[in-house]
């Protein structure tokens, strides 16, 4: 079983910065890529960013150049340095623990782990990030 626990999260106003950080703990060695996706009220789950076993990321369009994650050596602890941040970046951050599949980028994979009905990977509670304008 793995356990994810997400920090960080807060209220800025746009063009702030927030850094969200995961610590892992448990038989983490299951999954090989782990990520970050997010929900809003009325919203689909989306993945925004995601991280390989060989340290290659991903992000999702609407983010890139803005997040930045980033993976300890000991791959227990995931952050997700968020800058120039927007009104539409508000949601639920999560942290996710997976496998990715073979011929597919970590974010890739995260959102296909998203869309089945029964996940094989793991996630955390969650923690809020509001931006105002």
């Known amino acids: 079983r793995v356990r994810l626990v997400e920090s960080g999260g807060g209220s800025v106003q746009a063009g702030g910065s927030l850094k969200l950080s995961c610590v892992a703990s448990?038989?983490?060695?299951?999954?090989?890529?782990m990520g970050w996706f997010r929900q809003a009220p009325g919203n689909e789950r989306e993945g925004v960013a995601g991280?390989?076993?060989?340290?290659?990321?991903s992000y999702h369009i609407a983010v890139k150049g803005r997040f930045i994650i980033s993976q300890d050596k000991a791959k227990t602890t995931l952050s997700l340095q968020m800058n120039s941040l927007k009104p539409e970046d508000t949601a639920m951050y999560y942290c996710?623990?997976?496998?990715?599949?073979?011929?597919?980028?970590?974010?890739?994979?995260?959102?296909?782990?998203?869309?089945?009905?029964?996940?094989?990977?793991?996630w955390g509670q969650g923690t809020q990030v509001t931006v105002s304008s």
């Open positions: 448990g038989d983490i060695d299951r999954s090989n890529c």
């Open positions: 991280v390989d076993s060989e340290g290659s990321t």
């Open positions: 996710a623990a997976y496998r990715c599949s073979a011929g597919m980028t970590a974010l890739q994979s995260l959102n296909q782990e998203l869309g089945h009905t029964i996940p094989w990977g793991w």
